[in-house]
């Protein structure tokens, strides 16, 4: 049993539905008591934070989605948790998750490229950081170009970063940005009104499929910030 803290755009597809297929047995074994894995080290360390571990479950389910699957079997979350509180603990790194998704997925890829450098981690995550902390995200990128963080401590931090909820002004910020790489479709057409953030959303996903857009496809919030729209 494995629930992964790297963004779910990096599994393979065996990875994402296994880990999809286990964190309902998870789930349950939480929520309903059930022995199965009761006494896993994955299993110990979501005791407490089942909210987190639905939240997760959306994160699969945005990318599930991205990439075609129709999913038919959604978790509620709680209304009484909040803020949402995630496990403190990693049974491995962020940095070595990367490394075993490279040992594991040798013939298969997930959607985005498992990440070689601090720069290309950053460049995965750049407009997914912008949606949360605008100030923290001009910060990263000096430190990456100077070396001045390590690989390791960037793959733990950006973790961390995408477990906070982004504000909906931010999150537009991010796709507006995002938009300007569209260049074969009219971005006034997208109405702008309470349901905008999902609408250029949408138009940035058929944008990057239409026109072949590696480096948004590349990018962590092409699927998790559907979560928060």
Not at 25 to 49: A, C, D, M
Not at 135 to 160: C, M, N, W
Request: charged letters at 25%.
């Amino acid at each position: 049993m494995r629930i992964w803290d790297v963004d779910p755009g990096y599994l393979d597809r065996q990875r994402l539905l296994g880990e999809h297929r286990e964190l309902h047995g998870l789930y349950n074994i939480l929520t309903q008591g059930k022995k199965g894995y009761s006494r896993h080290p994955e299993t110990l360390r979501w005791v407490g934070h089942v909210d987190a571990l639905v939240l997760r479950h959306e994160q699969l389910v945005e990318e599930m989605t991205l990439r075609g699957y129709n999913h038919q079997s959604p978790l509620s979350i709680s209304a009484e948790s909040s803020p949402v509180s995630w496990p403190e603990i990693f049974i491995n790194t962020p940095s070595e998750q990367y490394e075993l998704l490279r040992g594991k997925q040798v013939v298969e890829q997930g959607r985005i490229p498992l990440p070689d450098s601090r720069r290309t981690l950053w460049a995965q995550h750049k407009y997914s950081s912008m949606a949360r902390d605008p100030h923290r995200y001009k910060s990263i990128g000096p430190e990456v170009a100077s070396k001045s963080i390590t690989f390791e401590e960037l793959a733990d931090l950006l973790v961390q970063i995408l477990r906070i909820p982004p504000l909906p002004g931010r999150i537009m910020n991010a796709l507006q940005h995002m938009s300007g790489y569209i260049k074969n479709r009219d971005v006034s057409a997208v109405p702008f009104d309470e349901n905008t953030s999902a609408v250029l959303l949408d138009y940035i996903r058929k944008g990057v499929t239409d026109e072949d857009i590696d480096y948004l496809n590349n990018s962590t919030a092409l699927g998790e910030l559907g979560v928060w729209i």
